[in-house]
């Protein structure tokens, strides 16, 4: 049994399109819808009930489009909207999160003290704190604030002495001191992966997210028997407001001939 439905994938800009492309690679059978709230971003410096009423449009909009299931590739979202999310999506569309497969996973691993570095919505949350500790509570966990990362990502500002400087600034933190593990609690930061190894030295473990999210989501697929057979998958990606920063980072990750829709969600909920 195979459903070809789309996967809806969203987030507040790029970060989710890591986990778009790991779905891609681990699951290339697979249609994707993107959503990209880039009108609204950054979703970190929101007030949870902000945050809750964008996510709730996008979510009512992936519905409409008919997804199967709907990847919440966004941190902040996911620590301040998920029961919402899950609630205007209903019973029959899979809702995957991208904090919970991660605390699952990293609770039952020989770690000690792990630090989260997110947006200031997820940390102000203690959503990954809760969720680790739901599954052991001999674990250490320290979330600490990054704000300024979204902004050097989204405005193409990797790899450059300014990331490096801020990555230096935070990380060097005595809060984070003596961690074995760091989760990047933000979708976005994937794309500082390499710089964030470097300021650590390799000392501290980074943990691969989209790997165990995907894996969890692919999961999560079978036993619904919701996996794909599509031998050519569709990929769509709709913004509320374009930029040429997720220009330039899809067609990086998805090749270029793909196509971007500006797609305002002001009244979809009313259209439901
Ligand atoms: N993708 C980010 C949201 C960044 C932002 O809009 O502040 C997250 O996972 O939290």
């Not at 790991?22 to 709230?37: H, T, V, W």
């Not at 966990?141 to 704000?147: D, L, Q």
């Not at 980074?206 to 036993?223: A, C, G, K």
């Amino acid at each position: 049994m195979y459903d070809n439905r789309p996967i809806g994938v969203f987030d507040s800009g790029v970060g989710g399109l890591n986990f778009a492309k790991e779905i891609k690679r681990l699951l290339p059978q697979e249609s994707l819808i993107y959503f990209g709230d880039t009108k609204h971003l950054p979703y970190g410096e929101k007030s949870p009930n902000t945050i809750k009423n964008y996510v709730k449009r996008i979510t009512a909009f992936l519905k409409k489009e008919n997804c199967k299931a709907i990847l919440i590739a966004c941190n902040s979202a996911t620590a301040n909207a998920l029961d919402e999310i899950k609630e205007v999506a209903g019973d029959d569309i899979l809702v995957v999160d991208v904090i919970n497969p991660v605390a699952e996973k990293v609770a039952f691993e020989l770690r000690s003290k792990i630090g989260v570095i997110a947006t200031k919505a997820t940390v102000g949350s203690n959503f990954y704190k809760k969720s680790i500790r739901k599954y052991n509570k001999h674990i250490q966990v320290v979330e600490f604030a990054t704000p300024l990362l979204v902004p050097v990502i989204e405005e193409g500002f990797c790899n450059t002495p300014i990331s490096r400087s801020i990555l230096e600034a935070y990380l060097k933190n005595k809060k984070l001191e003596g961690i074995d593990s760091l989760i990047l609690g933000c979708t976005h930061y994937p794309l500082l992966e390499k710089e964030i190894e470097q300021v650590f030295e390799g000392k501290v473990q980074i943990i691969d997210s989209p790997l165990i999210v995907v894996n969890y989501l692919y999961h999560q697929l079978q036993q619904r028997q919701l996996l794909a057979q599509n031998e050519a998958p569709t990929y769509a990606f709709y913004l509320s407001d374009y930029t040429e920063n997720f220009n330039r980072i899809s067609k990086r990750f998805f090749g270029n001939k793909i196509a971007l829709i500006e797609k305002n969600l002001d009244n979809i909920l009313e259209a439901l």
